[in-house]
């Protein structure tokens, strides 16, 4: 059986946290379940591209935009099914074993019937601030089916296809994924993903700030309007 995962990253100027990410998944390439790997870059000036042609990834690129870009990668993308990760983010040991269980139990290869599958968020990070976080990610995740793109995100190529792809928007492009392919599951596998903007933002400042972007977009705010205003 030919290898079914595409992983699809997007990336501007991500050479300093981008090798960790590639490394955790050289168990997926050891176990035969990795078919290909994407780089979706934005107009990367560092050393990105040079990483990424280092690891014989396929690299896309196009205007630097996070929905833009991860559509440009999944549109590229041969495997039965796509893990989306951020270039900040490291999967955890076992990710590749719990990944293929989860894809074997759909009961069919190109998982029809699922909506989507994410990751047990954590930080790079100790302290109780980034347990708590983390830990409302989750809870988010779990209660309300909305992971963000740093929990990572496995889909086949049938339900991404169905639910009509990544929308070409600056932000939230994550969010109107998930709301667009329904059921999802947690899967048994943790993705530690950067705490840099938390720190320099201080933590409470920062989580509250997602949480008001979040629900001005569930409200209809412009997505090109939140994501100017989040970037001050």
């Known amino acids: 059986m030919p290898a079914r995962i595409s992983i699809i990253i997007p990336t501007l100027n991500g050479a300093t946290t981008l090798p960790r990410c590639l490394g955790a998944l050289i168990e997926g390439l050891a176990s035969g379940l990795i078919r290909e790997l994407i780089v979706s870059d934005g107009g990367s000036k560092d050393a990105t591209l040079a990483i990424a042609d280092a ?3 396929v690299v896309v690129h196009g205007v630097a935009s996070r929905g833009g870009q991860l559509g440009r990668g999944c549109a590229a993308a041969r495997g039965q099914w796509l893990l989306i990760l951020h270039a900040d983010t ?7 074993q719990v990944v293929e269980d989860h894809i074997n139990s759909t009961g069919a290869d190109a998982g029809a019937d699922t909506g989507g599958a994410w990751f047990r968020l954590a930080f790079d990070a100790p302290g109780v601030m980034a347990r708590l976080v983390a830990g409302w990610a989750n809870l988010r995740a779990s209660l309300f089916g909305l992971p963000y793109g740093d929990q990572g995100l496995l889909v086949s190529q049938q339900a991404y296809q169905r639910a009509g792809g990544y929308p070409d928007q600056p932000l939230m492009e994550d969010v109107a994924l998930v709301r667009a ?6 899967l048994p596998a943790e993705a530690r993903t950067s705490a840099a903007r938390y720190q320099r933002d201080g933590w409470l400042r920062r989580g509250a700030r997602n949480m008001w972007t979040l629900a001005r977009y569930l409200g209809g705010a ?7 205003q989040y970037r001050r």
């Open 181 to 186: 392919l329904g059921r999802l599951t947690a």
């Open 55 to 57: 690891a014989g990834a």
């Open 90 to 96: 490291v999967l955890a040991p076992g990710w590749a």
């Open 222 to 228: 412009d997505p090109e309007v939140l994501a100017a």
